[in-house]
């Protein structure tokens, strides 16, 4: 049992409280990470909002990264002062979806009213997302975190734990995008960005960023979008047809949660290709589309939560391609803030003009 600091929701759509919590020790299958680098996703927003519901009081953050500082019983290939991306992924590993190479469907039920953190006088805390990473350290399970390389700077190394493999993964996992294929990626924001270049990564003919904003398009050409267009105008798959060559795309990701984008979403395919849909709206908002269109022409509408990443397969990858200069991570952190000002860090976020705001420990 430790004290540590944290970030703790009591109500929903109210500031987060910095205060101590309880953490105790790791049991079995479990590692105690003191973190370096926790950044800040809209899902902790959308959380902290009441969007999705869920048990209060909570911690959230799900997106870190640090060294291991305890180990518990059972522990292998894991040693004390390793770096670590830590990931909200936690699958049990024998279930039928982790048997059958989906671990981010598994289907054991973990209760974060059950996990390793209390209130400083005992209560009841939620670890949100089988992470908690709004806190100075966390308590996870081993097979929630992948050894890094320490020479990976632990703010880059953070967003790969969600966005980055959200991102890249809904290509390349999800879509199963091939090289030459064609790409429309909606809304250019922290996973837009990295379905972008996902899809210059597995070698996509052209890629398409469709975005309300001028400056985030900008942005996305930077990442590797060969075209923009702006969300704004009237029937903006035209111009992306245009683009294509007339013939639509192979694969459409859509990386924000709003409807109209979702309803918006086939009309960028072509004959065969598939709409991934990696945005959350709220619970209980509602997308339409045509049937008879999408079986007359072979097309697809798939969700894909986290890219169907296997962690331990697809994050030593990111993390080569990163040194190698093929990924670009430090690039996508807009700010660095310590624990005490994320409700700041969070309206920065919320503003829009942020790709990742990161808090960054100096423990
Ligand atoms: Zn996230
Ligand atoms: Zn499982």
Not at 3 to 31: M, N, Q, T, Y
Request: charged share 20%; with cysteine; proline share 4%.
């Amino acid at each position: 049992m430790q004290k540590v600091k944290a970030a703790v929701c009591h109500e929903f759509s109210a500031p987060l409280v910095i205060e101590d919590i309880v953490l105790r020790a790791p049991e079995r299958g479990e590692i105690e990470v003191t973190l370096d680098a926790v950044a800040i996703c809209h899902s902790d927003i959308s959380f902290a909002q009441g969007a999705w519901g869920g048990s209060l009081p909570a911690v959230y953050g799900h997106e870190a990264a640090g060294r291991v500082s305890a180990l518990g019983s059972g522990i292998t290939g894991l040693n004390l002062g390793d770096s670590v991306v830590v990931t909200l992924i936690r699958a049990c590993g024998t279930c039928c979806s982790c048997a059958g190479g989906k671990p981010t469907l598994c289907d054991t039920p973990y209760d974060g009213d059950a996990g390793p953190i209390t209130t400083a006088d005992g209560g009841r805390l939620h670890q949100a997302m089988a992470t908690g990473g709004f806190a100075e350290k966390v308590v996870v399970d081993q097979n929630q975190v992948v050894r890094i390389d320490p020479d990976v700077p632990k703010d880059a190394a953070s967003l790969i734990a969600c966005g980055v493999i959200t991102g890249v993964g809904a290509v390349v996992n999800a879509a199963g995008l091939r090289a030459g294929q064609d790409v429309v990626v909606i809304g250019a924001g922290g996973v837009g960005l990295n379905a972008i270049q996902g899809a210059r990564i597995a070698g996509a003919r052209r890629i398409v960023a469709v975005d309300m904003s001028e400056d985030k398009l900008e942005t996305a050409k930077d990442f590797g979008a060969t075209h923009g267009v702006l969300g704004t105008t009237d029937k903006p798959w035209r111009a992306a047809f245009e683009a294509l060559g007339g013939r639509g795309a192979d694969a459409v990701i859509v990386t924000v949660g709003a409807i109209p984008a979702y309803d918006q979403a086939p009309r960028y395919l072509a004959s065969g290709g598939k709409v991934v849909m990696v945005g959350m709206p709220h619970s209980g908002a509602k997308s339409s589309y045509e049937p008879v269109v999408l079986a007359a022409v072979g097309q697809g509408m798939i969700g894909s939560k986290m890219g169907d990443v296997v962690i331990q397969r697809d994050i030593p990858w990111m993390v080569d391609l990163y040194l190698q200069g093929r990924l670009k991570l430090d690039e996508l952190i807009s700010g660095r803030w310590s624990l005490d000002q994320i409700n700041e860090a969070i309206a920065d976020t919320k503003a829009g003009a942020a790709r990742r705001n990161v808090i960054v420990f100096d423990t």
